[in-house]
């Protein structure tokens, strides 16, 4: 009979059971593509999908679906002539072709001039009725109408009352035709700091201001560059524009190096400029573990990984690299075609990098990340039994020593 010592029994109690009590950075290799799925009574249900990164895979998203301006609101240039508001304030001039009429002055006597032949009504703003004022006239309604149309009507409305009389309407605070500017705009709110966060926060905290469009038309570039441009990098800013019901929100950079999403803005447009720093986040046996900027406009995996420092000599496993990313569906349709999970407008992916294989290295200068990834490396198998060994070393220490006393006393 064979007798088993108590410390091959520890040992082996250590090695079969105990690694799963080990502390860790994260799941190993294995865990990450095992945990795709999940045991159910009705069978496998899938969680995640795990696509191994190739130039097939990097060229797919290639064509990933961004948001746009254009596709979002159209870039139709707005009429050469506004209209006239409620809330815009409105000034008329009104000249007389004699004197000692309505709105010119008496003859002056004993001098050579004939006095005035004007007077301008004071400024005042569009009512909810969308009228204004105007003396002997009454109630002129503008709202809605083209700056001449309102000068035809007063005119017509004081013939037979004023001496051929010619109006002047201007619109001294054209409200109504202007677009609202908040965030990091320079002289929004003093240059106020608007982050993704303080969206979620009360409006009263937003800075920014109004800027009136001209009749020509203003592109978006346009409005920004007259609210004072952007106080923040431009790397790090998006631009948020809202009209009506629809908003969509793009990189301020996709805006200046594509002509086409600089599209024409409307009245009553919000533009919210908000800082976002592209950022992914580190985690496991790399160099460092952190969030980390992309300090650029965008970044691949390649540069990732150098900015993390690189996979750890003595913990990674360079089988276990991992990214983990929320995909647009349309985007995994043409990954996996089948995949379980089309049904959510965002499936969760596993990109899975073999480093082992000179490839990658390519592969993985092509590969773009997105804001907010997630890179993960996890520890070499080696790593684990070690983490075995080193406990299984701690707790025999003792008993050998106590075995060696015992035998040298006996």
Do not use: H
């Not at 009352?161 to 500017?181: E, M």
């Amino acid at each position: 009979m064979v007798r088993v010592g108590p410390l091959a029994v520890l040992g082996a109690l250590l090695l079969s059971g105990c690694s799963n009590f080990l502390p860790a950075a994260g799941p190993t290799a294995s865990a990450v593509t095992e945990g795709a799925d999940v045991a159910t009574d009705q069978g496998l249900l899938a969680r995640y999908e795990i696509i191994d990164v190739n130039p097939a895979v990097v060229e797919a998203l290639r064509g990933r679906p961004l948001d746009s301006l254009l596709a979002s609101f159209g870039d139709r240039r707005p009429s050469i002539a506004p209209v006239i508001g409620i809330g815009d304030a409105i000034t008329v001039t009104i000249w007389e072709a004699g004197t000692g009429g309505l709105f010119s002055g008496p003859v002056i006597a004993d001098r050579f001039s004939a006095g005035s032949k004007s007077s301008t009504i004071p400024e005042q703003i569009v009512g909810r009725d969308g009228a204004i004022t105007v003396p002997y006239a009454g109630r002129i309604p503008v709202a809605g109408k083209r700056v001449q149309e309102v000068q035809a009507q007063i005119e017509q409305e004081l013939a037979g009352k004023a001496i051929q009389p010619q109006v002047l309407v201007t619109v001294t605070s054209p409200l109504s035709s202007s677009v609202t500017v908040l965030g990091e705009a320079a002289s929004a709110g003093g240059g106020a700091r608007l982050s993704a966060a303080a969206l979620r926060g009360p409006v009263s905290s937003i800075g920014g201001g109004r800027v009136p469009l001209t009749e020509r038309g203003d592109r978006l570039l346009d409005v920004i560059a007259s609210a004072g441009g952007v106080s923040a990098p431009v790397n790090e800013t998006f631009v948020r524009l809202s009209r009506g019901r629809t908003t969509a929100t793009v990189p301020l950079l996709t805006v200046v190096s594509n002509p086409r999403e600089n599209i024409y803005l409307r009245p009553g447009d919000t533009v919210t400029l908000v800082r976002d720093p592209q950022t992914f986040l580190a985690i496991g046996a790399l160099g460092a573990q952190a969030e980390i900027p992309f300090s650029a406009d965008g970044i691949t995996l390649a540069q990732a990984l150098t900015k993390a420092r690189g996979l750890s000599d003595f913990q990674a496993d360079p089988a276990g690299v991992f990214l983990f990313r929320f995909e647009p569906a349309s985007v995994v349709r043409r990954l996996r075609p089948n995949s379980p999970l089309l049904g959510a407008p965002q499936v969760p992916v596993v990109y899975r990098v073999n480093m082992r294989d000179p490839n990658s290295l390519f592969v993985n200068q092509a590969f773009r990340m997105r804001n907010r990834d997630l890179v993960y490396v996890s520890n070499a198998p080696f790593t684990e039994v070690q983490k075995v060994l080193s406990v299984f070393s701690t707790v025999t220490a003792p008993l050998a020593a106590g075995a060696s006393i015992y035998s040298v006393t006996r």
